[in-house]
């Protein structure tokens, strides 16, 4: 039981570049989401998704896409990165959407330049 | 917007002390308020939550404790050790029956040996 994965850990990007970011979740939850973590803002809820083929937005949406095809997978896209979207992405994972706890991947740590 | 205040940003203490960390909500139907612990270079991790139909929880030298009328939830660590060093973050749900966290924006805790 891996929990929660991510990949890459580590990537940068050229400003206008589009990558996605990797979510797998061996807990066969319902509830998966992202985040971001920059210094002094806590961490923020980009999208997030209630089961497979529903998806719904955050606090901070733009510039990001998602999609969830499989109960496992949950990809994070940015489909032309900009210097803004430096920061720290986190998925988690929760058994459903109920107040119930979220797991938490090891996270990417994102440059654009 | 709804938001989720954090205090102190950084916390000093001797081994064997106490601490206290304090946060603010501004959503009174948020009724949900878990806290996590980001040790470095991981994911957060849920210590302990509360309910809003609760005054207050423990788990052996971690409690939390909620006052609705105020908006106010606070954690409490005692007898600390050096792994209680870390970054501590507090959240609340948003509303009643959505799927959405506002996190504070953490407190670095340092214990002294």
């Known amino acids: 039981n891996a929990g929660v994965t991510q990949t890459p850990k580590f990537q940068v990007l050229k400003t206008g570049q589009s990558m996605t970011l990797q979510c797998a979740q061996d807990?066969?939850?319902?509830?998966m989401s992202w985040y971001r973590q920059d210094p002094g803002m806590g961490l923020r809820l980009i999208h997030y998704s209630v089961g497979a083929g529903i998806t719904d937005q955050g606090e901070v949406p733009n510039g990001y896409n998602v999609s969830r095809s499989t109960t496992e997978d949950f990809p994070l896209r940015l489909l032309s990165a900009a210097p803004s979207q430096t920061s720290v992405y986190f998925c988690?994972?929760?058994?459903?959407?109920?107040?119930?706890?979220?797991?938490f991947g090891p996270g990417t740590r994102l440059t654009v330049t | 917007g709804e938001n989720v205040e954090q205090h102190p940003s950084t916390l000093s203490v001797q081994e064997g002390d106490s601490a206290v960390i304090k946060c603010t909500y501004s959503?009174?139907?948020?009724?949900?308020f878990p806290w996590y612990k980001q040790e470095l270079g991981k994911g957060p991790q849920l210590i302990i939550d509360?309910?809003?139909?609760?005054g207050e929880k423990k788990d052996q030298r971690i409690a939390v404790t909620l006052n609705k009328t105020a908006k106010h939830f606070s954690l409490h660590i005692t007898e600390t050790q050096p792994e209680d060093s870390a970054v501590y973050f507090c959240a609340a749900s948003l509303g009643s029956g959505t799927y959405k966290y506002i996190f504070g924006t953490g407190t670095r805790l340092k214990v002294l040996a």
């Open positions: 959503d009174s139907a948020s009724n949900y």
């Open positions: 807990m066969n939850h319902e509830y």
């Open positions: 509360i309910r809003s139909n609760v």
């Open positions: 988690a994972s929760a058994r459903d959407s109920s107040r119930t706890e979220q797991y």
